[in-house]
């Protein structure tokens, strides 16, 4: 053993799913992948949620939101990810947004709460605070364009920084 370099062993699954989920709400998909490799077989087959949050992973890397919401909401996350998996939701959900303010002009009222996994009252309360309108007679919103840079997604690494800091007294906890 080399300076006490080498761990003795393998993080906790809580942790790895941490970091996971940490680099997801960043958009570091690449050292999400490259982590998820790192990951011993034993501790993947080990831990249902590890599995679970790594579904997230491919769904973001594959770019099929809708099914990364699906996984969020079918699974059942324990207490220490909670914090994580929520703050991972608002981002995926912000940037949702942006992706169909570049795409479209208008998109239906059922075509944003499958893109987004809210429910319709949530579709138009938050399509609306990004200054869309929403036309009842036909169930569409007319879209305006959202800034890549806008405010809600400046603190993102910032928001992940505490989280992390989060896991890491967690596990210290364990």
């Not at 053993?1 to 062993?9: E, L, Q």
């Not at 960043?26 to 490259?34: A, G, K, P, Q």
């Not at 034993?42 to 590890?50: A, C, F, R, V």
């Amino acid at each position: 053993k080399s300076a006490g370099f080498i761990r003795s062993h393998e993080p906790s699954p809580t942790l790895r799913c941490v970091h996971l989920l940490t680099y997801m709400i960043t958009n570091d998909l690449d050292n999400c992948r490259f982590l998820w490799k790192r990951i011993s077989n034993q501790t993947k087959s080990n831990s249902q949620e590890l599995c679970a949050v790594w579904e997230i992973g491919k769904c973001l890397w594959l770019r099929t939101y809708a099914f990364a919401h699906g996984v969020i909401n079918q699974y059942s996350w324990s207490d220490a990810l909670q914090p994580f998996i929520g703050k991972l939701q608002h981002e995926l959900r912000t940037r949702t947004f942006i992706l169909l303010s570049k795409a479209y002009s208008n998109i239906s009222l059922q075509s944003l709460c499958q893109h987004t996994s809210l429910s319709e009252t949530e579709a138009i309360k938050n399509a609306t605070q990004y200054g869309w309108t929403f036309l009842k007679q036909s169930n569409d919103f007319k879209v305006k364009l959202i800034p890549s840079g806008d405010t809600k997604t400046k603190h993102s690494e910032l928001d992940a920084k505490k989280l992390s800091e989060l896991a890491l007294f967690l596990e210290r906890a364990n």
